[in-house]
């Protein structure tokens, strides 16, 4: 059974870091692109970054690029996302999330999420 | 940077089909994907590759694409669907979400 099981939300002061983890099983973690995807509190979802499975090409949206990094452990089944200089607008729950083997089939696999509260 | 629009709110009485419509410039030269979020709980693929219903989704779940507008038609809607629905494409590298779309079965 395939699993995905986020780590490591909190609260945290505007300017502070955070770091995510996301532990897999289930599947075979090194064939997979994973994607990290947040919903602020009563609004939709927002796709925030993706990584290749060899970790060799990483794309983020543009509100988090220099601010956050995805990266990933194939040989832990382990996905982070290190979130630096937070904002109030990062306030959200994030969800690790597995696109499928075939990009266009979408992101098969989602986790229970974590949610990150950034206030003074 | 490209967009996805989608209505707010449907609403549908039971047994009825429900259409959620997701538009955005020649979107029927994309793959769409829908997802379905209940209260509380993570996000469910429904619907990828603008067709296609993943093991487990219901046949009553089913999708279109086609010229600017991707739609999921809900048929025979049950009050189990009541939900907030997404679609998703792809704009190169980057994923994009709609807004989404509240159902109300009622």
């Known amino acids: 059974e395939v699993q995905l099981a986020e780590s490591g939300g909190g609260l945290v002061q505007p300017g502070g870091s955070l770091r995510l983890s996301c532990a897999a099983s289930?599947?075979?973690?090194?064939?997979?692109?994973m994607t990290w995807v947040r919903q602020a509190p009563g609004k939709g979802l927002e796709w925030v970054a993706n990584?290749?499975?060899?970790?060799?090409?990483?794309h983020y949206v543009d509100s988090v690029k220099g601010r956050f990094t995805i990266s990933r452990d194939n040989a832990k089944n382990s996905l982070y996302l290190q979130m630096n200089s937070l904002r109030a607008e990062d306030a959200a729950v994030y969800y690790c999330?597995?696109?499928?083997?075939?990009?266009?089939?979408?992101?098969?696999?989602w986790g229970q999420g974590a949610l990150v509260t950034v206030s003074s | 940077s490209y967009e996805l629009t989608q209505t707010p709110s449907v609403s549908v009485s039971p047994g009825q089909t429900a259409s959620i419509t997701c538009s955005g410039d020649?979107?029927?030269?994309?793959?769409t994907c829908w997802y379905q979020q209940k209260p509380g709980q993570s996000p469910l693929l429904v619907i990828h590759?603008?067709?296609n219903r993943p093991s487990g989704i219901p046949e009553r779940f089913s999708g279109s694409n086609s010229g600017n507008t991707a739609t999921l038609t809900i048929s025979g809607t049950q009050a189990m669907d009541e939900a907030d629905y997404y679609c998703?494409?792809?704009?190169?590298?980057?994923?994009?979400f709609g807004g989404g779309t509240k159902l109300t079965v009622l």
């Open positions: 999330t597995r696109l499928s083997l075939n990009f266009w089939s979408g992101f098969d696999y």
């Open positions: 289930g599947f075979t973690f090194n064939s997979y692109w």
């Open positions: 990584i290749k499975q060899d970790g060799s090409e990483k």
């Open positions: 020649k979107l029927g030269n994309r793959y």
């Open positions: 590759q603008d067709t």
């Open positions: 998703q494409a792809w704009d190169s590298s980057t994923v994009i």
